[in-house]
């Protein structure tokens, strides 16, 4: 039930990254973490890549994104 559960929030945090320019934080939030970067982390863990470089690589971004993923996780 709480792997369901977990998979769940990432589905619909993939879906809003995607969907929306909401901040990254408010995502959390929507799906239920109190923290951004608990989030982050348990985003990373499902996906191998943090939201903001999820996001970045479903727009089509092409711009280095290392620097901003460490200000990411420090939030």
Do not use: N
């Not at 923290?35 to 092409?62: C, I, V």
């Amino acid at each position: 039930p709480q792997a369901w559960a977990r998979a769940r929030k990432m589905d619909l945090a993939r879906k809003l990254l995607i969907d929306t320019d909401l901040p990254i934080a408010c995502i959390a939030a929507r799906v239920g973490y109190d923290h951004q970067g608990s989030f982050t982390e348990a985003f990373k863990e499902a996906f191998a890549m943090t939201p903001l470089a999820y996001r970045r690589t479903r727009s089509g971004e092409a711009e280095d994104i290392k620097s901003e993923e460490q200000d990411e996780t420090t939030e």
